[in-house]
């Protein structure tokens, strides 16, 4: 059974910065692809990053292109999202999962999500 724990989020004034992390188990992480989402009120969940498994290429979302960076540690099973010049908008929580990486970040596997980590930008 996957596990995933999210964490680092919190409070943040627009223009801050936070780095998020997410340990994995129960999956083969050192050749997963990995996908950061977000979920915001009333809104779909959407993939905002995602890094391919031996980290050489990344995707982010248009929203995001420029202020996140995406990261990984084999070694730690562990994925990371620095988040910088945060905005109101990137209010949500945020989710980790295996993923198919590509100009639209997708959840590789069904199944349930994490508990995430929730960010709050205020303006």
């Known amino acids: 059974q996957v596990q995933v724990v999210e964490s680092g989020g919190g409070l943040v004034q627009a223009g801050g910065s936070l780095r998020l992390s997410c340990t994995v188990a129960?999956?083969?992480?050192?050749?997963?692809?990995m996908g950061w989402f977000r979920q915001a009120p009333g809104k779909e969940r959407e993939g905002v990053a995602c890094i391919t498994w031996d980290g050489r290429s990344t995707y982010y979302a248009n929203s995001v292109k420029g202020r996140f960076t995406i990261s990984r540690d084999n070694a730690k099973n562990t994925l990371y999202l620095q988040k910088n010049g945060l905005k109101p908008e990137d209010t949500a929580m945020y989710y980790c999962?295996?993923?198919?990486?590509?100009?639209?970040?997708?959840?590789?596997?069904?199944?349930?999500w994490g508990q995430g980590t929730q960010v709050t930008v205020s303006s």
């Open positions: 129960g999956l083969p992480f050192g050749i997963s692809s």
């Open positions: 999962a295996a993923a198919i990486c590509g100009p639209t970040i997708t959840k590789r596997w069904r199944g349930d």
